[in-house]
């Protein structure tokens, strides 16, 4: 199975600033990588898809990177509705998740 | 719009099973398939299969095969989630997710709580 593992397990960043989110799989999974938020008590919700695809809505300070078998979600000045947990997923082997990254006010 | 409804909770003791129902409605049914996926109390994603719209086709992850059916009624474009010998473990949010018919999942029901307790 393809592993996929993000870093780091929590982050602390301020309003307005940057954060920067990874996730490294086991082997290569080409583009085929999603990113998920989650907020208390609430579905999922796509944001990034082929690793660096907005899904509909999704604002512009949110991108994906891929750099061989490291994707990286980065979201560019942080509002206060993005503090939640982000999950990364690959789906060129089926499906697997990452365990996930809480993003939390500093 | 595309929507997914889900059941509703339901509690079942150690040994039982548990059936969970996806309706899909805003979309043609049988372009895209299903994901379900569960979520323990405060643990992340974990993916447990997924099945064709158009064919029934199915795919389990390995921690779930011979334990979980997914199965499909196109004639209420509804998707179902049957899980068996029921664990406390087995607590979790089910959800069914749509597939975008790439593998990732662009829309997501509100999730099943099943809780299994003596």
């Known amino acids: 199975d393809i592993v996929m593992t993000q870093s780091p397990a929590t982050l602390s960043v301020s309003p307005g600033e940057r954060a920067t989110l990874s996730c490294r799989a086991s082997?290569?999974?080409?583009?085929?990588v999603a990113w998920y938020q989650q907020k208390l008590g609430q579905a999922p919700r796509l944001l990034i898809y082929n690793a660096f695809t907005r899904a509909t809505g999704v604002p512009a300070r949110f991108s994906g990177r891929v750099s061989g078998t490291e994707f990286t979600l980065t979201i560019s000045s942080l509002q206060s509705e993005d503090f939640a947990v982000y999950y990364c997923q690959q789906y060129h082997n089926w499906c697997t998740f990452g365990q996930g990254t809480k993003l939390e006010i500093k | 719009q595309v929507q997914l409804v889900q059941s509703g909770g339901e509690v079942k003791e150690p040994g039982a099973s548990v059936k969970v129902s996806c309706r899909a409605s805003?979309?043609?049914?049988?372009?895209?398939?299903f994901h379900w996926v569960r979520q323990a109390p405060g643990q992340g994603l974990e993916w447990m299969g997924w099945i064709s719209a158009y064919n029934g086709n199915t795919k389990s992850a390995q921690n779930f095969q011979g334990r979980v059916t997914l199965t499909i009624d196109t004639s209420t474009t509804t998707t179902y989630m049957e899980l068996r010998s029921l664990r406390s473990d087995d607590t979790a949010v089910y959800y069914c997710a749509r597939d975008a018919a790439n593998g990732y999942n662009d829309f997501w029901g509100p999730g099943t709580l099943v809780t299994v307790s003596s």
């Open positions: 082997q290569s999974v080409s583009s085929n």
């Open positions: 805003g979309y043609s049914f049988t372009s895209h398939g």
